[in-house]
């Protein structure tokens, strides 16, 4: 089946402009996971979405990012106010409830801030 | 507090030579622990994935880890390199159902023909 997709692939902003950032998770995963990888760096957690539960913002770095999830599926992570240090890949990823279960990841947004 | 070390930023290996990857981690509950491959321009794969039962685990590619609660290790391992295995390599530690998914900060490999 389809598996995580993304959207856009690629993103060019100016400094201080809104984006916003797309996440299609697999049908039927209840969990999404949001991270930021810089260049050369390591997976950064975001965000996580647990069904109905209250999502898990701990990661997010500043109140200029925000993410929703609507109808327990598709995923939209917003930054307002983008700056230079935003530029960095974002990832998304799903996986099933339950235990034992590993995250599928989407090919990522490639966000430029100019 | 959770977290995971990859203590190798960048290994170059020769193809066809023996690899080993080395990850420590810390974690306050049972941990479970995961390896992905990104390679260039590609998502992340998941390599293998450890819970319980046989301490050594088989994934895919040929490649196999061996968790060591007593070292807090989960070391990669590969028996024979392949040029295509060039990627960055991450060790990833979570909860039972997922929560508090850790990532450390890759270890980048390179394959000399």
């Known amino acids: 089946g389809a598996g995580v997709s993304q959207s856009p692939s690629n993103k060019v902003t100016e400094k201080g402009k809104d984006v916003e950032l797309r996440c299609d998770p697999i049908s039927g995963h209840t969990a999404l996971y949001w991270y930021r990888q810089s260049l050369g760096q390591g997976l950064e957690f975001l965000i996580y979405?647990?069904?109905?539960?209250?999502?898990?913002k701990s990661g997010l770095p500043s109140d200029r990012f925000s993410a929703e999830r609507t109808g327990g599926s598709v995923s939209t992570l917003t930054i307002q106010r983008t700056q230079q240090e935003d530029s960095a890949v974002y990832l998304c990823?799903?996986?099933?409830?339950?235990?034992?279960?590993?995250?599928?990841f989407g090919p990522g947004t490639r966000l430029t801030v100019l | 507090a959770q977290s995971v070390t990859q203590p190798d930023i960048h290994i170059t290996v020769s193809e066809g030579a023996s690899l080993e990857l080395r990850c420590n981690y810390s974690y306050g509950a049972t941990p479970y622990l995961f390896w992905y491959v990104q390679s260039p321009g590609q998502g992340l794969q998941l390599l293998l994935k450890?819970?319980?039962?046989?301490?050594l685990v088989q994934g895919i590619k040929g490649f196999e880890a061996e968790f060591k609660r007593s070292q807090s290790s989960f070391n990669l391992r590969k028996p024979s390199v392949h040029w295509s295995d060039a990627a960055e390599y991450f060790c990833a530690v979570a909860g039972l159902y997922g929560q508090n998914f850790v990532f450390g900060p890759g270890t980048r490999l390179s394959v000399l023909p």
């Open positions: 450890y819970f319980s039962g046989d301490t």
């Open positions: 990823a799903s996986r099933t409830s339950g235990s034992h279960n590993e995250q599928f």
């Open positions: 979405f647990q069904g109905n539960s209250a999502p898990d």
